[in-house]
């Protein structure tokens, strides 16, 4: 075989390994599934209302409100689930399967990427989840286009690798479970200090810059405009922009780490 279909063949079992460590132990992947869920639910029906008429600044109209803070949580879904794939990835390095897979004629990077490819899978699957959830209390993109629906289907597919390469790195560098958790916890603060549930506009004016220049604002206000079919301005570049980086520096900081000596 090819260099390159025993890399094929590798990373399928490795893959597959973790796919059924999600299923077997499905807690964690739960509760990280439900703050989004109950973040979601907490805004639109206690919020909703009172959030609605601030942004607007005309009456409560919580469907509006509804249309502006789902993509946010489709982003912040994101970010949760990585957590587990961080938590994963230290307990892969502390339990001593690393070693052992070091001594086998596997492909060397086929254990990370089999990380990788399998925290996508899980989050896109989350996003599903929410995104129904958004749908069964009145989310509606009607004025989307299928390119645009393909376009952000894209987006999150993007920006789910990038913040799973940096969440490997942070369990590769985490000495235990309970670190690695705590490293991969701004995956789930950044995006409540984005524009996911007000504009960065009605922020105080010293606070605005934490919102604006990072990762989970422009990619929220993008996903927002290619669902509700408004304008993106230049945030889709910087959401492209953002998403590659993290894509690379996120790889070369995990297999560099990972190449070191075990610990």
Sequence with gaps: MSSLAL??????????????????????????????VMLLLLFVYIFGDVMSAGIGGAGADRS????????????????????????????????????????MAIHRSSVLVGHVVGSVLQSVLSVVVVGAVGVAIGFRSTDATVLEWLAAFGLLVLFSAALTWVAVGMGLISPNA???????????????????????????????????????TPAIETLRGLLLGTEIGHN???????????????????TAKFGQDPR
């Design 7 to 36: 890399a094929a063949r590798d990373t399928t079992t490795m893959l597959r390994r973790n796919l059924l460590h999600a299923r077997r132990y499905p807690s964690l992947t739960l509760n990280l599934l439900l703050t989004p």
């Design 178 to 216: 309970e670190a690695a958790s705590n490293n991969a916890l701004p995956m789930v603060l950044l995006p409540m200090l984005s524009s996911a549930f007000i504009p960065v506009e009605t922020m105080p004016g010293w606070f605005r810059p934490v919102a604006e220049y990072q990762p989970f």
């Design 64 to 103: 509006a409100y509804i249309a502006y803070i789902v993509p946010g949580l489709l982003l912040l879904t994101i970010g949760s689930t990585v957590v587990g794939t961080a938590v994963s990835v230290s307990n892969d390095m502390t339990e001593g399967i690393i070693a052992r897979f070091r001594t």
């Design 236 to 254: 889709g570049w910087l959401a492209l922009g953002w998403s590659v980086g993290l894509v690379v520096l996120g790889y070369f900081w995990a």
